[in-house]
């Protein structure tokens, strides 16, 4: 519902002295508020922004404080003109969208944007921020999954690249793994703690809905594609050595790479289904046909890749269209959580409620 702005209606002008008028439109998505601010001054130069407040529930003057740096910073303006692409007489709706979220975390990576694909809504992130600022020991998983819920996904879906410790897996093919091995060791892995303990089954970390549509997907987009298989995470950012490469090759590991096991880690937390679209780019430096892992090898192979990756993730879009989810993946925390309901500390219960609220409330 558009919100009554009258207690906001003073004039704003930017340092040129030009008005900026507004209108806010108010909307509940997982039990949070989420606010659409739309601006435009009398040259009809326009921007918008889409605001998850912290905690949840809209404050007017931290709104208000909103307004005033959209209206005093040019270039945060003009960032928002040129990423919302819906004309004033359509909102809300329509069109792409960025999410300005805040999360009990922190920040996610990048602003999300949120849009239509053919009929199904969808949501991305940058997972290492636009111009591949982060590294993957760097990422705030959790800030990024917590987004992704308040944004309303029930469905999440990564798309990385990975090394290949087997023959048959072959530079440019695609793998749907359905199971991991964590070697990571400075990454938060979890929504609880400081006062809640949940425990909840990890033993198929991925959907199998979800990873046999992405398959299904994939080999739709002509890909050769294989479905099923051991993803390898290590912390990074250097690749393996010699030593390590053939050890994980002695565990049975498919696919190697660096970020996939928190986001399905945090995923089964937030009762999201989760699979992962994996782009092989090299055999890692087991083979003997290759000297070493190289980046510039790496890029030219993912460059070549990244058509059929975009359209099987389009063709996914088409085939969640409407879709209900059957599996348990939306019930993953009921009978998880262990503590008396009575010591959970009251902030933490109000940070983690779009995820616990529905079993505790």
Known sequence: MW???HNLAKAHRDKQGTR???????????????????FWNDE????????????????????????????ADPELRAKHQRELRFPLDRAPGGG????????????????????????????FLSRHGRGHRILPSELNFRANVFAMKLAGAEFLVSVSTAGSMKETIKPGDLVVPDQFIDRTYKRPATFFGDGIVAHV????????????????AGRAAGATLH???????????????????????????????MTAMQEARLAREAELCYATL???????????????????????????NVDRAQEAVANLASRLAGAERKCGCGSALAGTIITDPSVIPPKLRDDLDPLIGKYLN
């Open 3 to 5: 919100l009554d702005t």
């Open 20 to 38: 900026w008028h507004f209108r806010v439109w108010h909307e509940v998505v997982n039990r949070r508020d989420v606010v659409r601010v739309f």
């Open 44 to 71: 009809r130069d326009r921007c918008g922004v889409v605001w998850v407040p912290p905690g949840g529930r809209t404050d007017i003057s931290a709104l208000h404080s909103l307004i005033q740096r959209l209206v």
């Open 96 to 123: 792409a969208e960025e999410l300005v979220v805040d999360t009990p975390f922190g920040a996610p990576s990048d602003p999300l944007v949120r849009g239509d694909l053919g009929d199904t809504t969808v949501v």
């Open 201 to 216: 089954s990890l033993a198929d970390p991925v959907c199998p809905h979800l990873a046999r549509d992405l398959a299904a």
């Open 227 to 257: 479905a099923g298989g051991t993803y390898l995470c290590i912390e990074g950012p250097q690749f393996s050595t010699r030593a390590e490469s053939r050890l994980y090759r002695s565990w049975g590991a498919d696919v190697i790479s």
């Open 278 to 304: 994996t782009l092989v780019t090299d055999y890692d430096c087991w083979h003997q046909s290759v000297a070493a892992v190289d980046i510039a090898e790496i890029l030219r192979v993912m460059r070549v």
